[in-house]
Nanobody, 123 residues
């Protein structure tokens, strides 16, 4: 399974970005796709997750109401729409996939990871 993350960039506070995570290769009938982020000197933290079948979503408290996770079956791609960005959202963002049941907020629960994409929010 390969994951390709894209869509990062530089944006001013209050702006928006949409990250994409394209999933390819051998896939399972159902899996969880999650977004994590890691800022310099900090641990990798959970941002959002989605169950591929059924579409159940999960969010970190810090992004609820600002970020929206979704998926496109036809494109086998998952998206993270980020609105109202804040400087504290600055980090490298990673997408990951794992087979349920997993603890969606735990990085170690995921089997596959994409490369990171940098998100920088200026104040």
């Amino acid at each position: 399974v390969q994951l390709q993350a894209s869509g990062g960039g530089l944006v001013q506070a209050g702006g928006s970005l949409r990250l994409s995570c394209a999933v390819s290769g051998r896939t399972f009938s159902n899996y969880v796709v999650g977004w994590f982020r890691q800022a310099p000197g900090k641990e990798r933290e959970f941002v959002a997750g989605i169950m591929w079948r059924g579409g159940s979503t999960y969010y970190a408290d810090s992004v609820k109401g600002r970020f929206t996770i979704s998926r496109d079956y036809a494109k086998n791609t998952e998206y993270l729409q980020m609105n109202g960005l804040k400087p504290e959202d600055t980090a490298v963002y990673y997408c990951a996939a794992g087979s349920p049941p997993i603890r969606v907020v735990v990085p170690g629960a995921y089997d596959y990871w994409g490369q990171g994409t940098q998100v920088t929010v200026s104040s």
